[in-house]
């Protein structure tokens, strides 16, 4: 699943609707495995809190033709904003963007990936 790999015909995404968020996963990876994604990233200097970028920026930056972030993933958000939990009948689809909460600092930043990973429209 390292991004190194990923085939040109694929879609690289940070997450579903069926998974955790990014800072939900990351949360529950051993101490060995956020290790080895310190050092895949080269991002031990980063703060926790926006290590989510990280692998955004490399799912992005990715060969695969299609990349998907959850606004989840870009807002950062813990598991609290998981979209769905498979196999489980009751508390689902409860997650609602907070008002306010894309605001034009995010939409510069995802701009800014976008066009220098050379997925804006045009590229």
Not at 23 to 30: A, D, E, Q
Not at 68 to 77: H, K, R
Not at 89 to 106: C, I, S, T, V, Y
């Amino acid at each position: 699943y390292q991004p190194h790999r990923f085939p040109r015909d694929s879609v690289v995404y940070t997450g579903t609707h069926d998974n955790n968020t990014l800072v939900g996963w990351y949360r529950t990876l051993s101490q060995a495995d956020r290790e080895k994604s310190i050092v895949y990233l080269n991002n031990a200097r980063t703060p926790e809190s926006e290590r989510p970028w990280d692998f955004i920026t490399r799912a992005m930056t990715s060969v695969a033709n299609t990349c998907i972030v959850p606004m989840a993933d870009y807002l950062c958000l813990d598991g609290d904003a998981r979209m769905n939990t498979p196999a489980v009948p009751e508390g689902n689809w409860q997650w609602r963007m907070a008002p306010g909460a894309f605001d034009d600092a995010l939409v510069d930043r995802i701009r800014a990936l976008t066009e220098v990973s050379e997925r804006a429209a045009g590229n």
